[in-house]
């Protein structure tokens, strides 16, 4: 493992390098594995002295052992230190406590694993281990566990809650997966006290699992070698795991603990011979113009490993804490893509912007150590939004700027941010602070300045709010906010100034819950476009409503309208002809005769109708006056029809229309005989062959057909069948036409005379 340090300041430096060389700020010769050359260093390491950010110090091996952890310190400068990473999971609520009251003393210690996503809780009483879910209570025993192991004095879960860690009164450690079907491996440690913390260091895809146990002042890592390696701690410090190693943190440091990644390993490894290794040292003897760069290149070459060399050196670079190392390693990387024809770009460039995000944000200035593993998990987004929430907005714009984030993932969402903060300084006026806001923001893409000017209304800057809403373009943003600061006025005046009927609806609803009634049809008028949409709202939902805005308008004749409406709602006759009565009220207010003496007739009808359907038994009401008048000559009765058609001024044509196709539809054929030489008709006798053609009785059809008049004698003749004197009329007539239309009925086998009369009659007719 090893250690890679950011501290407070590059001027405070401490030297504690016990057997290590002399520090000036750069890595001495016993540090990180940096060559082939260096074969005293041990894989494990300790960082002794604070660096410049991203740098490495010297070293001290405690103890040698396989795993290679690596310890890294952070002097703890900054007030804002960086929280340790959580392992993502869903918080689940409160669940019922198992019963445990059968045991006999209090557990030395516990711990809460994660089985199938259910929560249980491992708890050990003196040599006994009991595993708690929310329905049962039962004992373990962990897989491999050594009889004379002892009493469990402390427990650890693995940052991803797969493994677990047991340590006992006999200084033995076992470890396992948490799910207590297999052990790991074991660990007898010549420490017997209790630890006051145990934590798993691991990293991701990582065969390699180590145990650091931690005591006052000293520090154990354990694994799966029958060896350790033991720290002393200068003072009093708390361990933290997360996804990647574990954090030391103490009052006046912050150290991290961490496995050496792969290709770490493979180039500073001692007398490596990995293709990184190789390009590392062809990169550095080009430099010094040393034929060696080309032996060692060439070595690479013939075992075709030069796009993996490339590769190591890439990712060796993103592990590193120490910009000299990670430029050295980016060089030899840009040294041997020279070398190859297809080798893709993206790797090697996208590392170079996380180094630079990354450098920047482990300045002492900043106080955020991630690593590089951490980094690509947390996600670029959230680092800005960590940067954000610590008003670190500068640097945050230049990481997007620099990364070429789009506007509204990056720059805009940090200018929001940054907008919201700079509504809560009350040391400047609304109108600075607005102008302010406006001139740094702009119309930037992503901007929603209703959200900014909420947030100056939480913090009682009204005015403020309502000046940068002057400048949301949305007026669907700007009307809820307005109408939450009580400025419902405006709301409305904004609402219908976007045209959006649904905007308008809700102001003015809300208006109408906020406001008296009396206050509230003052304020629609003087919104003629809400007044009328509020009318149309009101015809639909509420009618009573309507009643009142009209009572107030003195609108009569809309006040007619709405009671003729209102009338045929009414179930009894009474109810209907009193609202048509006031109706008539109203419409003779507003001048308007047509409609008043239309009203009038209908009350007329509607007792009428009321006094048929009394004495005749029949259903009448609600009919029509045509349909009233037609179904009395349907029933026969002939009087009372006449009796309306006087009554109502029905025109005669239209009345002669209506009685003629009743007493068809009754078949009442005398009737209509007699009703036809009544008096002379007024629409003519055509009607009364259609009407009789349409019944299917040509009988009664040919009684009219010579009453027709000449012009529409022919169409008579024709409807009835009566060809002959079609024909005898056209030829009369001397029309073509005509005679052409009765050809075209005529057919060759029946009617063979008659076409050759209408042919002679055409032929003398073509020789005039």
Known sequence: MRVSAVPPHPAAVEERAAGAAGLDGRRGPAVHPGGRHRAHLQPLLRVQAPLQHGQRGAAEPRAGGQGVPQRVRHRRGHPD???????????????????????QQPPSCWAVLSQDRVAIVLLAVGQDLYLLDSTSCSMVTPPGMSPSAGAYLQMAV?????????????????????????????????????????????????????VVVAWERQLLVAGSSSECIQFVLDEDSHLVPELDGVRLLSRSSHEFLQ???EASQEIFRIASMAPGALLLEAQKEYEKESQKADEYLREIKDQKLLPEAVSQCIEAA?????????????????????????????????????????????????????????????????LLDRLVLRRLYPL????????RLSEIQGVSRILAHWACYKVQQKDKSDEEVAQAINHKLGD?????????????????RTELAIKLLEYEPRSGEQVPLLLKMKRSKLALSKAIESGDTDLVYTVVLHLKNELNRGTFFMTLQNQPVALSLYRQFCKHQERATLKDLYNQDDSHQELGSFHVHASYSEKRIEGRVGALQNALDEFYKAKNEFAAKATEEQVKLLRLQRHL?????????????????????LDGHHKRAEQLYREFKIPDKRYWWLKISALANRGDWEEMERFSKSKKSPIGYLPFVEIAVKHHNRYEAKKYAPRVPPEQRVRAFVLVGDLDQAADAAIEHKNEAEMSFVLSKCSASTDAAVAEKLNRARAQLLKK
């Not at 929280?83 to 918080?91: A, N, T, V, Y």
């Not at 993103?318 to 390693?329: F, I, M, N, R, Y």
């Not at 106080?367 to 670029?380: A, H, M, S, V």
């Not at 930037?444 to 009682?460: F, K, L, M, N, V």
């Open 158 to 210: 693995s940052f991803n809650h797969r493994c677990l860690a047991l340590f006992t009164d006999t200084g033995y450690i076992w470890m396992g997966l948490a799910s207590l079907k297999e052990k790991l491996c074991e660990f007898h440690c010549s420490i017997r006290s209790p630890p006051k913390q145990m934590v798993w260091c691991m990293r991701p895809r990582s065969r390699q699992r180590a």
């Open 613 to 633: 359907q009394e004495d005749l038994d029949r259903p009448y009401l609600d009919l029509s006056l045509h349909d009233t008048v037609s179904n009395l000559i």
């Open 81 to 103: 230190r960086q929280p340790p990473l959580l392992p993502g999971h869903q918080h689940r609520g409160p669940e019922a406590a198992p019963d445990a009251r059968g045991l």
């Open 444 to 460: 930037t893409p992503g901007i929603s300045y209703s959200e900014i000017a909420a947030r100056a209304y939480d913090c009682g």
């Open 318 to 382: 993103g592990h590193e804490h120490e910009p000299d190392t990670q430029k050295a390693l980016l060089r030899a990387a840009s040294f041997g893509k020279c070398f190859l024809d297809k080798f893709p770009p993206e790797s090697f460039v996208r590392m170079c912007q996380d180094l630079r995000v990354l450098n920047a944000i482990r300045d002492y200035q900043i106080g955020i150590p991630l690593t590089f593993t951490q980094y690509k998990r947390l996600t670029i987004e959230v």
């Open 259 to 261: 496995e050496i990644p």
């Open 396 to 403: 945050a714009i230049r990481m997007c700027e620099y990364l």
